[in-house]
């Protein structure tokens, strides 16, 4: 029931908000903006979530996060969030782990590749850095896995750095406030500046985290707007996928250390298709072949 109430409680707070109406009034002087902040800052204090990774602002903690967080859901990052950080603590305890641990505790996440880059990431951090992150967005773009959103988002959740960035969440509020009319026709380039503008750059980290969480609103109850997206990319089936495929594979390998093509051949009956991921792998540097032997690389 209580439940309940709160999605009802939800749901009320943002259908009484006049979109359209706001879109047509809205200029970017300081009254207007504070108005907009007013309104995320006021669902945020009665709605926004809590997850342990915004408990600090610990930069090694934040990458990890940010990095699981690419293409995952926050239901599923939460427990491996808990179990990555007590298995490698820092970035020096990551940096030395062999990647057939970093994998191992990352099995349940998908796109496996993230953990090679997080253990890379963290190399790069010790060896270039001196175990200290940088807190430049253009630095972080050279670092393995990590774009330009993710790098000012790792900044500003670590360092509180008034970065400007979109993420899926966040072009669904803007989009919804400033570009309810065409969504199906509104690109990244026409919603940044909105981002820049409207940015609270003295507590950048809380403004964004409580951005997000009214994005997760909005889609929860609007749940046909992120498919109008410009930028919607519906994603691919998994089941039967390359993708399954490839992670069984590595999953039998954190299991058995090491297996051969036959092992394989149980995971995918084409035998050209499996090959065909066998050498995706071998090429991303995530198996190696030592003689009839597979093992992580």
Partial sequence: MAQ???????????????YA???????????????????????????????VWRQTTEPYKIVVSEVMLQQTQTSRVGPKFDLFIKTFPDFTSLAHAPLHDVIACWQGLGYNRRAKYLREIAQKVVVDHGGVLPNSPKILQTFPGIGSATA???????FNEPTVFIETNIRTVFTKFFFSENI???HDKDILP???????????????????????????????????SAHYNKQSRFEGSDRQIRGKILKLLTQKKSATQKDFSVLCKEKKRLEKIILQLQNEKLIIQEEDLFKIF
Avoid: H
């Avoid at 409680?9 to 943002?14: A, K, M, T, V, Y």
């Avoid at 000012?152 to 670590?158: D, E, G, L, R, T």
């Fill in 194 to 228: 909105l981002v820049a503008t409207t940015l609270d750059k003295k507590n950048a980290r809380v403004w964004y985290y409580a951005l997000t969480d009214y994005g997760v609103g909005l889609k929860k109850f609007f749940p046909s707007m992120n498919a109008k």
């Fill in 184 to 186: 199906s026709s509104v």
């Fill in 21 to 51: 109406q706001f879109q047509k009034k809205f200029s970017c002087d300081s009254r207007a903006i504070k108005k907009f902040q007013k309104i995320i800052y006021d669902y945020y204090k009665t709605f926004g979530r809590a997850f």
């Fill in 152 to 158: 000012a988002s790792i900044c500003a959740f670590a």
């Fill in 4 to 18: 309940q109430n709160i999605w009802e409680n939800q749901q009320s707070f943002l259908d009484c908000i006049d």
